[in-house]
């Protein structure tokens, strides 16, 4: 039996490291292979190589010196998934100064409070569009002495930074740069969505990041026999400011030698997959959820073919968890191997996922049949969990348990409090709250600890199943506490159900908001003969047959529940709630308290009706 790494056992291989010295490292291996690759605005593919990547950080390290930007400083960046963020980020890390993403659908107050709060010494935006915004708050940043555009109007200011100026300085000595900062210095700053209160920003040390490099690295190794991720496409979708992102997105890049193709418009992620067909393919709940139910969509235009994939599928998610294991016999094997060249291949490149090596979904709970289903399709589709106070980063296995988010990460400690809120220590966690040191003393106890105010249940395997949120439970007017997120969990089995969210905080009963998926919805209408306006999804959200074909599957899915925690009445919506917006997180995250506002009459209907 090999020995379990130890968060000390990392640090001894780390020292004297940091995130540029790890590039120049991954570009003395790999410094011809491709690092990046974007369309341009007329379709076409354009790439660079890790030694091109190199020769760009360079020279915008030279050009943002010569704004000033040195150690210590911090530089705020609002752009979409495209090439320049790469070489920007790793040219302010090399100066020794701090780069920190702003989300992109920020208002100008966002911005400002985090200018401020971070006290940002440069910013750089991508477009006229984003420049605006910081135009509106300029005279209360007063910490910007420069400001950087991306792609500048013709009616940009002379004193915005063109970046093409910026390119085009003599490029800087990247071996005695990478001098400029330490392990112990700041590598960015993550800021939370604020759902609950201001955002906090979670600063993660250049220690944090090359230390669950390390990690991630052993891991692959040894649960997957991968030696190295060169050359392995990855597309950088969500946003950069997300920690998920920025750590898959970028830092896997800087590091190990991932191919990432830049994907700037969220809505395009499908047809990038099936023209791009990754190695690594990581996305939120809803991202996958949405390819099950195109999928699903697709086959029920023929019912009969549909339920002999639906079997195949049954068949398949029997086998696959012995075949992962090692335990599955030549015959179980024989079968799956007929399935996949029979039907299962034929999804999988439709969806661009038929070289997929590692899939990750994470940010939230995603129903287990889902997942059972990729897996038993040959999508090696695992969830994670962490947050951005540990890197991303808590647990995973590759030998996914469908309800669980896997076992903690190599190097990380894992236990459960006393109230069965998941504790965690290790590098990866992060080094406090910026000017927060009371926020930082609730979530870091003295033995280290970090409280992320997650309930789990660990089972004698090591797996970690989170229960819920500790500030989400909902307490019902009888004193019950449940758990919403399993709960929705289960909802979004319900056919047409694309999201939902329970309510039922001080209510007699719990009930919920449901969401027809704008893919199967309109593949019921057709099957029952609906078409036009008919058709639509506010008018499907109405039809008497589409409310009791979704409270017969209520009562399905709620079998598994006990009475007093089952969603016992809900309100069917025809409006899909939206990443990036009043009721969704950038990463798909309900906001409760939005959701609560914008629909107050119907929850008050629910329990009045």
Same mark, same amino acid.
């Given at each position: 039996m090999s020995a379990i790494t130890t968060s000390k056992d990392i640090d001894e291989r780390i020292v004297g490291q940091?995130?540029?010295?790890?590039? =120049?490292?991954?570009?003395?291996?790999?410094?011809?292979?491709?690092a990046l690759?974007?369309?341009?605005?007329?379709?076409?593919?354009?790439? +660079?190589?890790?030694?091109?990547?190199?020769?760009?950080t360079a020279r915008l390290a030279a050009g943002l010196s010569d704004l000033g930007v040195g150690p210590g400083d911090r530089v705020v960046m609002m752009i979409t998934n495209r090439h320049e963020f790469h070489p920007l980020d790793l040219?302010? @890390?090399?100066?020794g100064a701090t780069p920190i993403s702003i989300y992109n659908s920020s208002a100008p107050e966002q911005i400002e409070y985090v200018v401020n709060d971070c006290g940002a010494k440069v910013a750089i935006v991508e477009n006229t569009t984003f420049l605006e915004r910081f135009e509106q708050v300029r005279s209360s940043i007063p910490s910007i002495e420069a400001i950087a555009i991306i792609d500048a109007g013709d009616d940009t200011a002379a004193e915005v930074?063109? #970046?093409?100026?910026?390119?085009?300085?003599?490029? +800087?000595?990247?071996?005695?740069?990478?001098?400029?900062?330490?392990?112990?210095? =700041?590598?960015?700053? +993550? #800021?939370?969505?604020?759902?609950?209160?201001?955002?906090?920003?979670?600063?993660?040390?250049? #220690?944090?990041?090359?230390?669950?490099? *390390?990690?991630?690295?052993?891991?692959?190794?040894?649960?997957?026999?991968?030696?190295?991720?060169?050359?392995?496409?990855?597309?950088?979708?969500?946003?950069?400011?997300?920690?998920?992102?920025?750590?898959?997105?970028? #830092? $896997?890049?800087?590091?190990?030698?991932? *191919?990432?193709?830049?994907?700037?418009?969220?809505?395009?992620?499908?047809? $990038?997959?099936?023209?791009?067909?990754?190695?690594?393919?990581?996305?939120?709940? &809803?991202?996958?959820?949405?390819? $099950?139910?195109g999928v699903n969509a697709a086959l029920a235009a023929d019912p009969e073919k549909k339920q002999q994939f639906d079997d195949g599928v049954a068949a398949a998610a029997a086998i696959e968890p012995k075949m992962t294991r090692g335990t599955a016999t030549d015959e179980e094997i024989a079968t799956w191997n007929f399935l996949n060249d029979a039907a299962f291949t034929t999804v999988k490149q439709m969806v661009g996922l038929d070289r997929a090596e590692i899939?990750?979904?994470?940010?939230?709970?995603i129903p287990a049949d889902i997942l059972t289903w990729f897996r038993a399709l040959g999508v090696p589709l695992t969830e994670g969990y962490g947050m951005s106070e540990t890197m991303a980063i808590l647990t995973w296995a590759y030998q996914?348990?469908?309800?669980?988010?896997?076992?903690?990460?190599?190097?990380?400690?894992?236990?459960?409090?006393?109230?069965? *809120?998941?504790?965690?220590?290790?590098?990866?966690?992060?080094?406090? $709250?910026?000017? @927060?040191?009371?926020?930082?003393?609730?979530?870091?106890? *003295?033995?280290?600890?970090?409280?992320?105010?997650?309930?789990?249940e660990i089972d004698d395997e090591g797996y970690l199943k989170i229960v819920d949120r500790k500030k989400e439970l909902i307490i019902t007017a009888g004193g019950k506490n449940v758990s919403p997120a399993n709960l929705e969990s289960a909802l979004k089995m319900i056919p047409m159900v694309g999201q939902a969210c329970a309510i039922g905080d001080q209510k007699p009963f719990i009930s919920a908001l449901v969401v027809l998926d704008p893919d199967a919805a309109p593949g019921?209408?057709?099957?029952?003969? =609906?078409?036009?306006?008919?058709?639509? @999804?506010?008018?499907?959200?109405?039809?008497?047959?589409?409310?009791?074909?979704?409270?017969?599957g209520l009562k399905e899915v709620m079998a598994e529940f006990n009475n007093a925690e089952s969603v016992k009445k809900v309100t069917v919506l025809g409006d899909e709630w939206l990443p990036d917006s009043e009721l969704l997180t950038?990463?798909?995250?309900?906001?409760? &308290?939005?959701?609560?506002?914008?629909?107050?009459d119907e929850i008050e209907a629910l329990y009045t009706k």
């Open positions: 940091n995130i540029p010295k790890r590039f =120049l490292a991954n570009v003395q291996r790999n410094g011809d292979v491709t690759q974007w369309k341009t605005s007329t379709d076409e593919w354009e790439s +660079i190589t890790f030694n091109e990547l190199a020769d760009q040219a302010i @890390l090399f100066l930074v063109r #970046y093409s100026d910026l390119l085009g300085f003599d490029p +800087i000595d990247l071996e005695a740069a990478a001098e400029n900062s330490t392990l112990d210095d =700041l590598a960015t700053v +993550i #800021y939370t969505s604020g759902t609950t209160g201001p955002p906090k920003g979670v600063m993660l040390t250049h #220690y944090n990041v090359v230390w669950t490099l *390390e990690s991630i690295g052993e891991t692959m190794r040894t649960q997957i026999g991968m030696d190295s991720f060169a050359g392995k496409k990855h597309i950088s979708y969500l946003p950069m400011a997300h920690i998920m992102e920025r750590l898959l997105g970028h #830092y $896997y890049l800087v590091d190990l030698g991932t *191919e990432v193709t830049c994907c700037p418009d969220t809505s395009k992620i499908t047809a $990038y997959a099936a023209e791009v067909r990754p190695h690594v393919f990581v996305g939120v709940p &809803r991202v996958w959820e949405k390819i $099950y139910f899939c990750i979904t994470g940010a939230a709970p996914a348990k469908p309800g669980s988010v896997g076992r903690a990460a190599t190097g990380v400690e894992m236990r459960l409090g006393d109230d069965g *809120e998941v504790l965690a220590r290790g590098g990866n966690m992060f080094g406090g $709250y910026l000017g @927060l040191p009371d926020k930082t003393a609730e979530a870091i106890d *003295e033995d280290g600890w970090v409280h992320t105010g997650d309930i789990g019921w209408a057709a099957a029952n003969g =609906l078409s036009g306006e008919d058709a639509t @999804l506010p008018a499907l959200a109405k039809n008497p047959d589409v409310i009791a074909s979704i409270e017969a950038p990463t798909s995250k309900l906001k409760r &308290r939005g959701i609560h506002e914008r629909f107050a």
